[in-house]
């Protein structure tokens, strides 16, 4: 043990140096905010709530059921069904199932006709597990909530 250690610890210099740290912080400006008074502020490319983008023309949701974001998806939270109606490709299920999903946006950088998005939402919390399990309702749903929020007609992220 040298001279110093035995000074150090007989003075109680690390305390001290604390103490002082912690009068310091006493008296700066806090680094948190008071939640539901004050909302964060949502950054470009933030990834929240899924929602599925409803046509403008027809009212109905844009996915043509081409199985890209299903395939491209880690996670594997993404579950289609289509049939043959008519001749035609229709999706008759699409469901998302939230608490799997890791927000990593491939399944919307993938679409082609930008279909699927990760809204800006970010305050959804649920009690029950089928509430935060998305279907192709629920998706348009989610969209048209988010939509009314949005001061313009179009929405890019």
């Given at each position: 043990?040298?001279?110093?250690?035995?000074?150090?610890?007989?003075?109680?210099?690390?305390?001290?140096?604390?103490?002082?740290?912690?009068?310091?912080?006493?008296?700066?400006?806090?680094?948190?905010?008071?939640?539901?008074?004050?909302?964060?502020?949502?950054?470009?490319?933030?990834?929240?709530?899924?929602?599925?983008?409803?046509?403008?023309?027809?009212?109905?949701?844009k996915c043509i059921g081409?199985?890209?974001?299903?395939?491209?998806?880690?996670?594997?939270?993404?579950?289609?069904?289509?049939?043959?109606?008519?001749?035609?490709?229709?999706?008759?299920?699409?469901d998302i199932e939230a608490?799997?999903?890791?927000?990593?946006?491939?399944?919307?950088?993938?679409?082609?006709?930008?279909?699927?998005?990760?809204?800006?939402?970010?305050?959804?919390?649920?009690?029950?597990?089928?509430?935060?399990?998305?279907?192709?309702?629920?998706?348009?749903?989610?969209?048209?909530?988010f939509a009314a929020k949005?001061?313009?007609?179009?929405?890019?992220?």
């Amino acid at each position: 043990m040298t001279l110093r250690d035995i000074i150090n610890s007989a003075f109680l210099v690390e305390i001290v140096k604390g103490m002082g740290l912690t009068l310091k912080m006493m008296f700066t400006k806090p680094v948190t905010i008071l939640y539901p008074e004050e909302k964060r502020r949502v950054y470009d490319g933030f990834r929240g709530r899924h929602a599925f983008v409803r046509d403008a023309v027809s009212g109905k949701g844009k996915c043509i059921g081409c199985m890209k974001c299903a395939n491209i998806c880690p996670a594997q939270c993404i579950s289609i069904a289509k049939e043959k109606i008519e001749n035609k490709l229709v999706v008759v299920k699409y469901d998302i199932e939230a608490l799997r999903c890791i927000y990593c946006g491939y399944c919307v950088e993938i679409c082609p006709v930008c279909a699927l998005v990760l809204t800006e939402e970010y305050e959804y919390s649920a009690t029950t597990k089928e509430e935060l399990f998305f279907n192709k309702e629920k998706l348009l749903k989610n969209w048209d909530e988010f939509a009314a929020k949005q001061q313009s007609e179009t929405y890019f992220n």
